[in-house]
């Protein structure tokens, strides 16, 4: 644990204090090791006597698709499987006659593709997954590709798909093959947890089916209805492993995406379009892209940092849905946060 003057542990410790979440790990780095990292608050409100830890395990929702969507792309454009500016419908017979045909990988990288905003799944598509993956390639385009930026989780579904048309193997196996497995992330995987681990996960929302907060069960319902793993969320990890992972981005691992690959996506690819996109990164809220501190949040409460220019890697995890689905408060802690990790 840190030590009382830590300012990360200040801040965080007032935030649980605050009510804005039970519990909150975090760790800030460079590329050679952990400048700081620790645990504040409960695991759960309902159990007083369990504080949260360093190896708490959380739902990290939407990082799913940086640890898993992201860094696997990477891996095939590095072994030249997969070119980004190839429209799909030219070497993805699915996505051959449809509208998808003429949208490239880059533009579902930068969420520019113009894909429907809300996953929305089960109303549209029924709860098959095959008739699901169906719906979702065969879905109009709310515009041009490239005409406009709009963040959307079908964007990383179909980049799911895509990984897995090209290799002939689900996600799970390819993010843990290529990626966690390499970089020694022993704790990340996809859900439903196992009973031996599951009682080191931090819960998330009230579940009316079950009667209890979900844990070791993914909260994304896009993802509970596709068996619990896909691009849109998924993944369940520890603060620890997510630094394992960026810290590869500033001191790369052999066997897994390259420097390369990191290189290419931390910068913009959207020209004059507002928000500014890297590639499934986006600048951190309230900085600029020329300070080069890069984001992805998650719904859960789970955000990652990351700034080459500046040696520095940061992963703040909580369970705010534990408590609410207001994104507020906790973004203005994450922002200052970020101030402290990226000074």
Known sequence: MAQRSDPFERLLGEAVRAGVCPGMVWAVGDARTTLSEGAVGLLD?????????????????????????WAVTGTLVDA?????????????????????????????????????????????????????????LAEPLRHRPGAAVAYTDRAALILGY?????TGEPLPRLAGDRVWSPLAMTETRYGPLPAPVRERCAPTEYDEESGAPLKGT????????????????????????????????????PGTFSADWTALSLRVHTGALVPPRGLFWHPAPGTEPADDVWSHFGFTGTGLWVSPARDRWAVLLTNRLRFTRDPGPLARVRDVFRALAFP
């Open 218 to 253: 993914v909260h994304d319902f896009s993802a509970r209805l596709l068996g619990g793993a896909c691009g849109i969320a998924g993944v369940f990890t520890t603060a620890a492993d997510t630094g394992r992972f960026l810290r590869h981005l500033l001191a790369p691992v």
């Open 162 to 166: 895509l990984a897995e048309h090209l």
């Open 80 to 136: 030249g499987k997969l070119d980004l500016t190839a429209p799909l419908g030219g070497y993805w017979p699915e996505a051959a006659g449809r509208p998808l045909a003429d949208v490239t990988a880059h533009h579902l990288l930068t969420h520019t593709a113009g894909m429907p905003l809300r996953a929305n799944l089960r109303h549209l598509y029924g709860s098959d997954p095959q008739d699901v993956r169906d719906g979702v």
């Open 45 to 69: 409100p309902a159990r007083p006597g369990e504080p949260m830890r360093a190896d708490t395990l959380f739902d990290v929702a939407s990082l799913t698709k940086i640890l898993a969507v």
